[in-house]
């Protein structure tokens, strides 16, 4: 298939000249502008559902309404449906006739399903369980649905009166505990409570049962997997006899095991198998072929490795065997989806700053489809075509339809009155010759129309296996920063992904070695390449491993910046490795338990506190378990007892991320009048 430039539908997220009166992107613009997700497609093709959220800022809360649209209808315009203003609508799936759609809401006072129905356009609820319904996925046969929640293990349907909590033996407010995990990410566990996925009869009357088949047999484990895990982790089988899930085993080695695993349980002999037995890694994203005969899913290789390569694994329904599809493609897959023929899978993976949307068919071909911009959300059609939502550094998701040539078309524009008010920024990548000689990426982002010397931000990300990415962001946003009057520098450096996994792994046991040189480098080159950027004059921003590089450069890199911005950042990797809920992304990155490292503190930045110096903010959100706010703590104590000029922004209902409406205009508000008193002459 011919590759579409996409330019039309990337530039669909910005504007290509502003008005006269523009004005720059402001952190309550990024805050408040809408977000498009949860994209299904009706089984001929002629319609896509989603759902976007909106900002109630007085209420310093979200709020998701659905949307409908028909396809091939010339200036077809989104359809607000099933919509009250003061609830909230989303994941929106047809039922497989096409005849209605159904969705989750808050309506009846809990979340439950409802359905919508296209030729009266009413609105009626459909389950009434006991417990909130997390998520749902119906069966092809439209008889059946696997519904999933926050269940009690003892619990033989979708909610009791009791939720099992093992922790609270009373008579006072003491929780117990024998095992870790006791805490994930910004909650304390239930023991007794976990994801559970039931399967429930739809009947005639279109109304869902209130008794549920539990599907995870005698498995203790979350299913979808917490936090972050939904329906990509679920899959019907082609003939509805059962249902193929991701879980992780809740032992007493959780906190340090990666080995999520696919299950197949039937409905006729609720049998429930592990299909992945045999590896120790990631199994996840189970996704059965429409035609009955292949189940496809992606897989690391290597345990207690969060980051390793993410291969598609095939495997022959009839025979059993399995094949590493991908095995040769030295990319990491992010999600997947069958073409309705199902001869390929269309798949995203990073690539260079990039994330384009791949075909790849059941030999291994691999075949990309777009370039720039980061593609998520994807739909495939009947007629061949695909759905899709892409966003990039100059503006957040919309809708695409590439045909089945290639031909693309924008659907949506969902944020069209804003950004037709704001100044555009421009975008650069560029890549230098970083540590071992080694090529690396980065982008610069800055006011379209600046003129003169910019100061500058250099953006450094967490994960560390991540990537800034041609992607638009929420929390850490390179376009609001550089509408400030910035020019915004991010750069990819060793253990970034989306440049293959030798690259991504060569930050173990290295954080602040290999990493800090290509930070030093590129700034170097950067000077070099856009002489607007005034190097000299410049502060560093991070969160979490981003944050650790910030306390990493504060004593190792001391001269460099006229200030620091540290986010959930780790001070002292001692007490992060006792600290931390999930072990294994720190002991494997910095070789095992503290106990059995060698050389444990040689990349600890407590140990070169007496070099800082560089004026500091710290900023964490006190509901952070993954780097508990001691750390950052620790660090302001640090800056103060040496007299370094310094600020603590502590937000009490906040975890990792900073996501609240007011609480992240705050967070913008601050950090910019941070970098403006130290890189901005005093007017």
Known sequence: MKKPLLIAALIGTTVLSAPAFARPMTETDLATMKRLSGVTASPDGTMVAYQVRETDLAANKGRTDLYLLRLGTPKAQPVLFASKPDKNEHDPAFAPDGKSIFYISNESGSDQIWRYDLASGTATQASNFKADVSGFKISPDGKKFAVWGDIARDCMEFGCEKDGDRSKPGPGTGREYDQLMVRHWDAWETPGNYSRIFTVVLGADNKLGTLGEAMDGDLVGDAPSKPFGGAEEVSWAADSSGIAFALREADANEAKSTNLDIYGASLKSKEVVNLTADNAGTDTTPAASPDGKWLAW??????????????????????????????????????????????????????????????????????????????????????????????????????????????????????????????????????????????????????????????????????????????????????????????????????????????????????????????????????????????????????????????????????????????????????????????????????????????????????????????????????????????????????????????????????????????????????????????????
């Not at 040769?328 to 990039?354: C, F, H, I, N, Y």
């Not at 494997?588 to 338990?593: L, Q, R, T």
């Open 298 to 683: 992606t897989s690391m290789a290597r345990a207690t490795y969060e980051a390793d390569r993410l291969v598609i694994k095939l495997m022959d329904l009839k025979s059993g065997k399995v094949t590493a599809l991908t095995d040769a493609w030295d990319r990491s897959v992010g999600s997947l989806a069958w073409a309705p023929d199902s001869k390929s899978l269309l798949v995203t993976a990073q690539d260079t700053l990039e994330t384009p949307l791949f075909r790849v068919d059941l030999k291994g071909k691999v075949t990309r489809l777009t370039e720039r911009g980061n593609i998520a959300e994807v739909v495939p059609l009947k007629n061949g075509g695909v759905v899709y939502a892409i966003n990039s550094i100059s503006g957040p998701s919309d809708l695409v339809l590439m045909d089945a040539k290639g031909k693309t078309t924008r659907l949506t524009n969902v944020n069209a009155e804003v950004f037709s008010t704001l100044d555009p920024v421009n975008y650069q990548k560029f890549d230098f010759a970083g540590a071992n000689g080694e090529q690396v990426f980065g982008q610069i982002v800055k006011p379209q129309n600046a003129t003169g010397k910019l100061p500058v931000l250099l953006l450094v990300h967490g994960g560390p296996q991540s990537s800034f990415n041609n992607s638009w962001s929420y929390r850490w946003n390179p376009a609001v920063m550089a509408s400030q009057g910035y020019a915004v520098v991010t750069i990819d450096f060793h253990g970034s992904t989306g440049y293959g996994q030798k690259f991504t792994d060569s930050i173990n046991k290295n954080w602040g070695g290999w990493p800090l040189e290509d930070l030093q480098k590129g700034m170097a080159a950067v000077g070099k390449i856009d002489s607007q950027l005034d190097t000299a004059n410049a502060c560093a921003l991070g969160g979490s491993y981003g944050g650790y590089m910030m306390n990493w450069i504060a004593g190792n890199w001391p001269d460099r910046f006229k200030c620091l911005v540290t986010h959930a950042g780790i001070f002292d990797l001692r007490a992060m490795a006792y600290e931390t809920e999930e072990l294994w992304f720190d002991q494997w990155d910095n070789g095992g338990p503290w106990t059995t490292r060698t050389d444990a503190e040689k990349w600890n930045p407590v140990n070169h506190v007496a070099k800082w110096k560089t004026p500091t903010l710290v900023i964490h959100g006190e509901k952070d378990y993954r780097i508990p706010y001691s750390q950052s703590l620790a660090a302001f104590t640090a800056l103060q007892q040496q007299g370094v000029e310094s600020k603590l922004l502590v937000f009490p209902d906040e975890n990792h991320w900073i996501l609240k409406p007011k609480n992240s205009i705050q967070w913008h508000q601050t950090v910019f009048k941070w970098v403006d008193k130290h890189l901005k002459p005093a007017k």
